[in-house]
């Protein structure tokens, strides 16, 4: 059991052995941890995201492969989903679920990190991600590489917690997401530290409205967000400018 936590913000490399670390046992955790929501909040997301026209998505950080196979049941049979993610681990158990998918498009999972994809610019109708936010040490940067990765017109949306508002339900969210949650991880998965981990980057994460500015100040518009389960999960959606002026 791995109980070592960053003593600072993580970089790329903790996070990268953190989730290979967890991978195997992930999926099911998500599952219990969220009461099967998880499944429902991707769903919302992708409705907010796709369009019947997209030929061309990006996942970014797409661990093993959720969201991207959901919009890949969804999107035309000329469309293509693409899935980057800095864990080799994880796109291991993307692929091999991928491979069992009944999707007229199965996804194509590329290794690399998000913060520099090694994808040219433009390129894509969608961008989007899943419960990534709160592990990326530069968001700024990821905005902007989003950002450059999108055609004119193009849509960003991201799906992640937060820390829901004040209440007695953030009191109860509380209890069960900081305490519990940890010792649910180093049960299943051997890994408490690493849960922990995960707990205390949504109690450390910047609110919806911050990540809305963030998105504002790359350069996006029209930028909205979706509060569900009272705020402790938010959907962010915005859109690059179909002309060269952006927003700030």
Known sequence: MNDQLPARQPGEKFIQDLFDRIARRYDLLNRIISFHLDTRWRTRAIRAALKPEDRLVLDLGTGTGDLALAAARRINREGKIIG????????????????????????????????????????????????????????????????????????????????????????????????????????????????????????????????????RQSGFANVTFQRFLRGAVCLHRAEKPASRQTQV
């Open 84 to 215: 980057l993610d800095i864990s080799l681990e994880m796109l291991r158990l993307a692929r091999t679920k991928s491979r069992k998918a009944k999707c007229e498009s199965h996804p194509v999972f590329v290794l690399g990190s998000a913060l520099a994809p090694p994808l040219k610019d433009g390129l894509f109708d969608v961008v989007m991600t899943a419960f990534v936010l709160r592990n990326v040490p530069d968001l700024p940067r990821f905005f902007l590489e989003a950002y450059r990765l999108l055609g004119p017109g193009g849509r960003l949306v991201t799906l992640d917690m937060f820390p829901p508002a004040a209440s007695s339900f953030s009191l109860l969210y509380a209890f069960y997401f900081y305490r519990l949650v940890p010792w649910i991880g180093a049960g299943i998965a051997g890994e408490r530290g690493a849960y922990k981990y995960l707990s205390d980057s949504v109690k450390a994460f910047e609110p919806p409205e911050s990540v809305a500015q963030l998105i």
